[in-house]
Antibody, heavy 123, light 110 residues
Framework: QVQLQESGPGLVKPSQTLSLTCSVS??????????WSWIRQPAGKGLEWIGR???????NYNPSLQSRVTMSIDKSENQFSLKLSSVTAADTAVYYC???????????????WGQGTTVTVSS | QSVLTQPPSVSAAPRQKVTISCSGS????????VSWYQQLPGTAPKLLIY???NRPSGIPDRFSGSKSGTSATLAITGLQTGDEADYYC???????????FGGGTKLTVL
């Protein structure tokens, strides 16, 4: 049973870079091709997709965040990461990582989610 | 403003049926499968429906999904108080090259 766990600072100062890691347990991140995704949810609001990284390392980002987002994957550590630069208070949210069995030609949906981690942007 | 449109809230009595709609366009729902997620208070979303009308293992058959044109629907029968949650639809938008979600629907079981 694959499980995901987000980790990273809970408090980030404005204009700095938010960095989060999602650790994969119960299976190898490269056992078969998956997308590994990041989603966020401001308090009391809906879900916002941040982007995804394929097992091969190719990425897709939300167009509204693309200029500030970088995702990477570390197969040796069985984890993937998110960096969001130049953060403001509007980036305060619960950040989730998730697994997506979709392919480039077949949408599936995100079948395994981490529990989420709260990130607050404040000085 | 979400790309996919859901009603903010729906309600029904226990043991009744409720449907939640999700409206999109030809670049998303019209040409891709749809997923549905249940988010209980204070928890992470959980996949309820994938590929428009398939249930992951462990999801009861009280939950079903369908699609017609550029709209999708989640139906829940035999409502239980434990079904009170926020429900989100999601799909891939080919024009945006991005995953998109609905704004979420809060289900109240009266």
């Amino acid at each position: 049973q694959v499980q995901l766990q987000e980790s990273g600072p809970g408090l980030v100062k404005p204009s700095q870079t938010l960095s989060l890691t999602c650790s994969v347990s119960g299976g190898s991140i490269s056992s078969r091709p998956y997308f590994w995704s990041w989603i966020r949810q401001p308090a009391g609001k809906g879900l916002e997709w941040i982007g995804r990284i394929y097992t091969s390392g190719s990425t897709n980002y939300n167009p509204s965040l693309q200029s500030r987002v970088t995702m990477s994957i570390d197969k040796s550590e069985n984890q993937f990461s998110l960096k969001l630069s130049s953060v403001t208070a509007a980036d305060t949210a619960v950040y989730y990582c998730a697994r997506d069995p979709s392919s480039y030609f077949h949408y599936y949906g995100m079948d395994v989610w981490g529990q989420g981690t709260t990130v607050t942007v404040s000085s | 403003q979400s790309v996919l449109t859901q009603p903010p809230s729906v309600s029904a009595a226990p043991r009744q049926k409720v449907t939640i709609s999700c409206s999109g366009s030809s670049s998303n729902i019209g040409n891709n499968f749809v997923s549905w997620y249940q988010q209980l208070p204070g928890t992470a979303p959980k996949l309820l429906i994938y590929e428009t009308n398939n249930r992951p293992s462990g999801i009861p058959d009280r939950f079903s999904g369908s699609k017609s044109g550029t709209s999708a629907t989640l139906a829940i029968t035999g409502l239980q108080t434990g079904d009170e949650a926020d429900y989100y639809c999601g799909t891939w938008d080919s024009r945006l090259s991005a995953e998109v979600f609905g704004g979420g629907t809060k289900l109240t079981v009266l």
